[in-house]
């Protein structure tokens, strides 16, 4: 499993907290409770079947329930995680929450992923969250369950409310993710070749200008973004797990360009990829 629970045994209650510190692992998972994690120390890559995405030491991010994700590039990398429970469809409706917000995380029918950085601006009180929830969990005092429940459903409040989690209109998103996935899937499988956006609409017979469109509506990125961000993940993983030549390196991730390589990866690493390399 990429994530795993050890402080707290599992639970069918619905809205059971479950906290843990926990190690990352680079295979394919999927979980059925909504996952927000808070990293620790070190950085990885968490990948989606939808996007990529880096993080580092005080990032946040959330995970909706019965998504695939895997993390890699890890360092040794570890994360505080707090699952929430939402398995039991007969407790969810007895919650005073509304039940499109319920019904929506428990069925994934909302952003799947989502990332906080230090310099949000909502990121300090959502620090304080699950730093209080961990401290309940820890010290389980009496009625701490209520504080547990309380901070869990503010930290969903500062993420719902700043548009980082967005409740989905289920028929038209599941429509257009569909249609996103079959691009993902296509870029996925081609990234490292020449494409380019109007290669992928042909080759999935949607209009360029709508795979634009889905990007940004969608990753919240554009087509170029997306692609680099994928290649340069690979480029950095090959740069740690083998011997060959920066140049081969960029040649083997997509990058025909050399010093436009060198360019992006700084930018992206904040290290030239011969720095990245040393250990």
């Known amino acids: ?133 961990n401290a309940a969990v820890e010290d389980k005092s009496e009625y701490y369950q209520l504080l547990v429940h309380g901070k869990m459903y503010e930290a969903y409040y500062h993420l719902f409310s700043n548009g980082m989690i967005k409740v989905f209109d289920s028929e038209n998103k599941s429509r257009k993710y569909r249609i996103m996935n079959n691009i993902t899937e296509y870029i996925g499988e081609h990234y490292v070749e020449n494409i380019s956006l109007e290669s992928v609409a042909e080759a999935t017979g949607i209009s360029r200008y709508y795979v634009s469109h889905l990007f940004k509506e969608l990753m919240n990125t554009t087509f170029v973004n997306y692609v680099n961000e994928l290649r340069l993940n690979r480029a950095a993983m090959l740069l740690i797990t083998t011997d060959n030549p920066v140049i081969e390196i960029a040649a083997m991730s997509g ?25």
């Open 1 to 133: 499993m990429s994530l795993s629970f050890h402080k707290e045994p599992p639970s069918e209650g619905a809205f059971r907290v479950t906290c843990s510190e926990t190690k990352l692992h680079d295979t394919w998972n999927a979980q059925t409770e909504a996952i927000l994690g808070r990293v620790k120390t070190g950085s990885f890559v968490i990948e989606s079947a939808s996007r990529a995405a880096s993080l580092k030491e005080r990032d946040v991010f959330f995970i909706a329930p019965n998504h695939k994700y895997r993390f890699v590039n890890t360092r040794d990398a570890k994360v505080e995680v707090i699952g929430l429970n939402l398995s039991n469809p007969a407790s969810v409706t007895q919650e005073y929450v509304p039940s499109n917000i319920l019904k929506a995380l428990a069925n994934g029918n909302c952003t799947p992923f989502a990332v906080v950085s230090p310099t949000d601006r909502f990121s300090r009180p959502l620090h304080d969250c699950i730093d209080q929830i």
């Open 255 to 279: 990058f025909n360009n050399l010093s436009n390589f060198n360019r992006v990866f700084k930018m992206r690493f904040e290290k030239t990829p011969t720095a990245y390399r040393k250990p």
